[in-house]
């Protein structure tokens, strides 16, 4: 980005950053300096892209891309963008250690509030050709990559049937801007289509050599059914060489590393302490998840955000909703128990719901 593309941009000015910390699922803030395009320099269905640099950053990390939206936006929307961005990462994280050919990257992002109270979304400026690869409702670039659609289909086996990650985007294998669908269309932003858009997905994807080697269950266009029937792969694009052409298999086994109560926020025990994105997630409604908050605040008398084994009994006998089997939960809640006999909130929740 150079002094043409930046237009008449403004002088150099100073606002607040804001990035989510997903480790501790948080956020921080600092003040950094900044310059903005005044013209955007690309259009998208709800937002306008400008280039922005960042001066006291390093070199290979200046420029940057800062979107705003066409109408007004609350400001949850852009932090869900921003979590909904590190949700993907973790994603990532899991379908890169099965050893692909090409690994993938979502890149950071993080909120910007300038001093006239706007928001913009900001992430680095990715240098190449930027593709779109695949939307939220069905539709797949079927010429160009494999990894991208593979990496979709993982996201809906790896969190076991709870999400998945589309409109891939991006420059090769960095992508940017995705969306997440739940089940039930939840959370997640606007561009979340639920169950209709997971079906979307899958009545265009032709599964290919990567899918086949991630061990994920076969699929193809409906149409194709002699494909179906003898679970023929797409044979184009990036395929495993000889000594990565042992299947790895998406099993139980390998999903170890995917905690359902890491993809949730820092839920607090009150009403409204569940994000939109929480309730889908976990398959509860605000009013389930209100009664189940209500019982462990009231037998947490010491008021230490915990609870003893004595007190994780009684919640049993206080709650309506009925568990997802009572043997079974007793068995999550007593492997989550530390070793003072305590549990937190989001492990009884997640115990609760049948989660892990």
């Given at each position: ?10 002088d ?18 600092e ?6 395009a ?5 259009s ?10 960042l ?36 994603i ?8 692909p050919?090409?690994t ?12 006239d ?7 680095p ?6 593709v ?6 069905g ?16 996201s ?17 294998d ?11 269309g ?5 561009g979340n ?15 290919n ?28 694009g ?21 905690q ?6 820092d ?25 189940i ?10 008021k ?11 919640i ?20 989550k ?6 549990l937190?909130f ?11």
């Amino acid at each position: 980005i150079n002094a043409e593309y930046m237009g008449e941009s403004k002088d150099m000015e100073q606002g607040l950053k804001r990035w989510y910390v997903w480790e501790t699922k948080t956020w921080e803030s600092e003040i950094i300096t900044f310059r903005l395009a005044q013209d955007p320099f690309s259009s998208g269905s709800m937002r306008l892209a400008h280039y922005m640099l960042l001066p006291d950053n390093p070199p290979e990390s200046l420029h940057w891309v800062a979107k705003c939206g066409k109408e007004h936006e609350p400001p949850s929307t852009y932090e869900a963008d921003v979590m909904m961005q590190s949700a993907c990462q973790a994603i990532a994280k899991g379908y890169n250690q099965r050893r692909p050919i090409k690994t993938v990257t979502f890149v950071d992002c993080f909120l910007l509030e300038r001093r006239d109270g706007t928001l913009w979304c900001a992430e680095p400026y990715i240098h190449g050709e930027y593709v779109k690869y695949n939307n939220n409702y069905g539709y797949v670039d079927k010429e160009r990559r494999n990894t991208p659609q593979t990496f979709s289909h993982f996201s809906y086996e790896f969190t076991q049937h709870r999400m998945m990650v589309v409109d891939i985007q991006g420059v090769g294998d960095i992508y940017t801007d995705p969306q997440i669908h739940t089940t039930d269309g939840e959370g997640f932003g606007c561009g979340n289509m639920g169950q209709e858009g997971l079906d979307r997905f899958f009545k265009t994807h032709w599964c290919n050599p990567m899918c086949v080697y991630l061990g994920l269950p076969f699929c193809a266009p409906n149409f194709m059914a002699g494909l179906l029937r003898h679970r023929r792969p797409k044979s184009s694009g990036t395929v495993m060489p000889n000594e990565h052409s042992q299947s790895f298999v998406v099993s139980p086994e390998n999903l170890e590393n995917f905690q359902l109560s890491d993809f949730l926020s820092d839920m607090q025990p009150r009403p409204g302490g569940a994000t939109s994105e929480d309730l889908a997630l976990l398959g509860l409604n605000e009013r389930q998840f209100n009664a189940i908050a209500a019982a462990f605040v009231d037998l947490d008398v010491k008021k230490e955000g915990r609870l003893g084994r004595q007190e994780v009994f009684s919640i049993l006998d206080r709650l309506n909703i009925p568990a997802v089997s009572l043997g079974g939960l007793l068995e999550r809640l007593e492997a989550k128990v530390d070793t003072k006999g305590t549990l937190g909130f989001v492990d009884f929740i997640c115990c609760w719901t049948g989660h892990q």
